[in-house]
């Protein structure tokens, strides 16, 4: 079901939470950290949540914040722009985050297996999820606001059914999950280092596009 990258195993999945912060650039944090509207910066609980999935929320929050600092003012040129024939397109990749979410959507707050996936998400989300040839053939020709809006549609519908649970929830342990017992934290954890891994991977293309002076990506 999942690329082979975005499938972690037990001794690498706790690495990311100490180097996304390094990763997304200090500029970025700086003109967040400055808001007087914003809090992103503040890792911690959130009005409206228990305090474990208000800390999840701010979490994913921040990592989202870097992932659309990354595709900002993308032309579809860019977004379709494939590098070789093994890479995934950035389009693709940020349907991809989408596909994610809704995922473990359905998994986590639905409680259907994966095994189980409904027909709806296969023919909305099946290429995206799986990447590869069939998504690099098919993923393409969509401008920024298409994969934004589906970013935006399910990343809601997440933070909408957060607000419906509580941290007992957040911290119910799956036994037969794939990398072994598993809670939703840790689940839900997963999907914002996956998106930690993957915004790497679209700052690469992204150095790469047509035209592009070498940066420094840090």
Known sequence: MFPPECAPSRRDFLKVAGF?????????????ATSEESDVNIIGPKKGYSPQI???VSMMTWMRMVVLSSVKGMSQNDLDFLLDDKANRIGALLMHLAATDRIYQINTLEGIPLKDLPEEYKQKFGLAMELGEPARQAIK????DYYLNLLSETREHTLAE????????LMAVDKQWGWGPTNNYCKWFHVCEHES???????????????TKSVNQG
């Not at 997304?24 to 003109?31: A, C, D, I, N, P």
């Not at 020709?141 to 920024?144: D, I």
């Not at 891994?197 to 035209?211: D, T």
């Open 141 to 144: 020709g969509n401008n920024l």
């Open 20 to 32: 996304t912060a390094a990763a997304s650039g200090l500029v970025l944090m700086t003109e967040a």
């Open 162 to 169: 957060f607000r419906k649970r509580d941290d007992e929830w």
């Open 54 to 56: 208000g800390t999840l």
């Open 197 to 211: 891994n993957h915004n790497g991977q679209i700052k690469l293309l992204k150095s790469r596009l047509p035209g």
